[in-house]
């Protein structure tokens, strides 16, 4: 049976295979080439169909994942942070603590590249297959509290419990309101071994009692986190202000007397 062009590219189109549709006498010119036989030219046109189809998951999962700006490890400037073990990182990129349900705490001051380092593992993880959702803890913390008052919230927190990977950046920056904070043990109860969390903090977890207001719910939370965890501390300038100094829009603070340059 002989098809023409037209028929063929229909068949394809009603297989779903538009990758092989699009890019049919490339790859057939790519074949003869390379001098392929029929079982690996076929190999070909499957390895490029699954490439696309890899390439739209990655750009749908990463739509999904409502980050707040994109960001990989490559362009993570780790000779500007030395207190970061760049192998370390490197080997949180392969997922596995993702796989395991795991958490991870990056923690330090504003500026050190927290929120870069988490939205890097965080393509990373949909770059190996995970689902991931990004956000805020301060919009985490609004989200439940008003689907508690509206009575949904088993809704919301089934909605956070589903990705994989729970993203919860800036937590430290605002207090929780004590409610707000229950909630949040409610979620971190959820994820519990399930799915992995991955929270980056200005505050060490020493401080967390303060954070979320009452010291018996932050020495709960933690007690999960920490069972399966991952605490990475970030010492270092700021690159903001690393950036203004070096433009001179403000100048490095006085030695004090005495003090050793």
């Known amino acids: 049976m002989s098809l023409d062009a037209q028929a063929l590219s229909e068949r394809l189109t009603r297989l779903h295979l538009t990758a092989i549709r699009d890019q049919l006498d490339s790859l057939l010119d790519e074949a003869v080439r390379r001098e392929l036989n029929l079982r690996d030219a076929v190999a070909l046109l499957c390895e490029r169909e ?54 991870l705490l990056l923690l330090g001051p504003p ?41 949904r919230l088993e809704e919301r927190l089934g909605f956070f419990t589903k990705p994989k990977l729970l993203i919860v950046d800036e937590l430290g920056y605002l207090p929780f309101e004590p409610n707000a904070a229950h909630l949040f043990f409610q979620l971190v109860s959820r994820r519990y071994e399930r799915g992995s969390l991955l ?4 505050r060490s977890v020493g401080e967390w009692g303060t954070v979320f207001g009452d ?20 010492r270092g300038d700021s690159y903001r202000l690393r950036e203004k100094r070096r433009s001179g829009l403000i100048k490095s603070a006085p030695l004090a007397q005495g003090e050793p340059a």
Request: aromatic content about 6%.
């Open 199 to 202: 929270i980056t903090s200005n």
């Open 215 to 234: 010291s018996v719910v932050a020495t709960a939370i933690l007690d999960r986190l920490l069972h399966h965890s991952q605490v990475i501390t970030i």
């Open 50 to 103: 699954l490439d696309r189809r890899n390439e739209r998951r990655i750009t749908m999962a990463t739509k999904i994942a409502h980050f707040p700006y994109l960001r990989d490890l490559d362009g993570f400037d780790f000779a500007a942070q030395p207190s970061l073990d760049k192998k370390q990182v490197r080997e949180l990129a392969a997922c596995r603590w993702v796989a395991n349900g795991d958490a």
């Open 111 to 151: 500026g050190v590249g927290k929120t870069h380092l988490a939205i890097g593992l965080g393509l990373a993880a949909i770059g190996e297959g995970y689902s991931v959702l990004f956000v805020t803890a301060p919009a985490l913390a609004a989200s439940l509290a008003k689907a508690h008052a509206e009575s």
